[in-house]
Structures are given as C-alpha cells and as structure tokens.
C-alpha cells in the first residue's frame, strides 16, 4: 500500500537509493524523509499487534533504526518493494518481542520460586503495629505519607493539593518517615 507522492518529492524507492548509495556518508534528508513516510504506519502496525501505545511507539522506533542501517548497509536489492522490506522488519521484530516474552514467562514458572527470599529471612510484619503508629502521627504528617506512598503523588502535587510548598512537603515527608520508623522499629506502639 503506498501513498501518492506530490511530482515534486522523490518516491520512496527513490529515497532508499540515495541512502543506499551515500555510503560511507549519510542522506540525512532522505532517510528524514522515509521516517517521515513510514514511522505513522509502522506504529498502526505496532498497535495493532502488540495491542500498547508504548510497545508501539517502541517498535516504531526499533525498525526505522533497522531499516536505516539495512539501507545503508544496501541490503535492500528491489528499492520499490521498500514498503515490503519494512513490514517484513516489523513482522520479525514482533515475533522476537512475543518468543522472548513467552521464554520469560517459561522462566518465571521455572526458577520463580527460587528467586524469592526463603521465608525465615522476611520479617514477621506487624500490621497493627504500623496501623497504631500512623494513628500516632500527626494528621499533616499522615496525609503527606499515605498520598505519598498509596497515591503515588510526587512533592510537586502534594504541595499544589495541600496549599504548601514542596520543600515543606518533603520536610514533613522525611520527619514523619523518621517518626513512623521509630515507632515501628521498636517505639511505644
């Protein structure tokens, strides 16, 4: 599937021969240019294969890289089937992001067990203990630490929610932390 080229810009076959021919040198502008072109369609093709925005915008970028050193490199001998050679790219890069996925998969069912830590080395964790020391901190300290660590809020957001600054809320952050870790470690509960 190609699209129509304005008479005025080279095709994509075009462009593949000037960076196939540029070696030692590089064509930024037409390797520019079949980015340009192809990038778009290559992430549809991501989305809709590996189903993420991300993994798409990674593979995106993962088979222009590839198809530039392949040109360069002039691996590619029918210039006008390039649409072709880079979906083939993508097919393959794909496959690998799945095989290597299910092999770490395979992996986890494998050796999981072994990689977590034997029961004797965690520590008996005292969840009413911790409940008794949050109770014990100040509410501002309190809510700076659980929007913090259950929120996932940074400093910044935290300041802009509770009217502070975001050094104060770090301040508080760190006192509280410190007065929470007393508490727990070995405090009045």
Do not use: K
């Amino acid at each position: 599937m190609s699209f129509p080229v304005p008479d005025d810009l080279p095709d994509d076959a075009s462009l593949a021969r000037r960076v196939g021919q540029a070696a030692p040198a590089t064509d930024h502008e037409a390797e520019a240019e079949l980015c340009r072109r192809l990038a778009p369609r290559v992430r549809q093709y991501g989305l809709r294969h590996l189903r993420n925005d991300a993994a798409a915008a990674d593979l995106m970028q993962q088979v222009m890289l590839l198809m530039i050193e392949r040109l360069r490199a002039g691996v590619l001998r029918e210039p006008e089937r390039l649409a072709s050679f880079v979906f083939g790219i993508c097919r393959m890069v794909v496959l690998d992001l799945r095989r290597g996925h299910a092999r770490h998969e395979r992996l986890l069912e494998t050796w999981g067990e072994a990689l977590l830590p034997p029961e004797a080395a965690l520590p008996n964790f005292d969840h009413e203990r911790l409940a008794r020391c949050l109770a014990r901190l100040s509410e501002r300290e309190r809510t700076v630490l659980l929007l913090t660590f259950y929120d996932d809020m940074p400093a910044a957001a935290l300041a802009h929610e509770l009217d502070l600054s975001p050094t104060n809320v770090r301040v508080i952050r760190h006192r509280g932390l410190e007065r929470l870790r007393t508490c727990v470690i070995g405090g009045t509960p």
